[in-house]
């Protein structure tokens, strides 16, 4: 399986599941800035507990690998599991999200993308993903985060509402990375 099929058998799950989902992280980084290579895929769903059984139904277990237990200790704590399709080696990062004002805003954000000609997907906006990158960087200070805000400012840059970002970066204590980045360019 190759990371497109593994991207769509993933859409098309929390579609029919009808779980509210955002596409984020490298795969969100690619599609508004440069190519690069990454072997997973990170999605934030809203997963309710009573739906566990549900998803993990959509990916059975002799193709793929997830632990329910795991599932139920990302929902309490707001933290992320894994699907993992060992026959590739290609893993989803499924992230529950605290739904929080700022991920509040960032579903109400959520653009409707083609990934490939034949379907939709539900990705994070531009801006959202810079802001997600600049705290990842906060919390672990991995140059590829700012390298992936820089490729996104470069390609996208007449699309990014750099307000939103600059609002964000000051509400989420980010401004001095946001600065940064703004002064690289």
Request: no cysteine; glycine share 4%; aromatic share 8%.
């Amino acid at each position: 399986m190759e990371q497109d099929e593994l991207l769509r058998r993933v859409v098309d799950a929390l579609e029919r599941l009808d779980l509210p989902y955002l596409i984020t992280g490298s795969i969100a980084t690619i599609l508004y800035g440069e190519p690069r290579f990454t072997n997973d895929i990170d999605i934030v769903v809203q997963l309710p507990p009573n739906r566990i059984d549900d998803l993990a139904e959509a990916f059975p277990s002799d193709q793929f690998y997830l632990d329910s237990e795991r599932i139920q200790q990302a929902i309490a704590s707001k933290g992320q599991f894994n699907i993992i399709h060992p026959a590739s080696g290609l893993k989803i990062d499924i992230i529950i999200p605290a739904m929080d004002e700022f991920d509040q805003s960032r579903f109400a954000r959520a653009v409707r993308v083609h990934p490939a000609d034949d379907y939709e997907a539900t990705f994070a906006s531009a801006e959202d993903v810079i802001i997600k990158k600049m705290q990842f960087y906060a919390e672990g200070g991995s140059e590829k985060h700012l390298r992936d805000i820089a490729s996104v400012l470069r390609i996208s840059a007449a699309d990014i509402d750099r307000d939103y970002v600059a609002n964000w970066s000051d509400r989420l204590g980010l401004r001095e990375i946001w600065d940064l980045i703004l002064n690289q360019l």
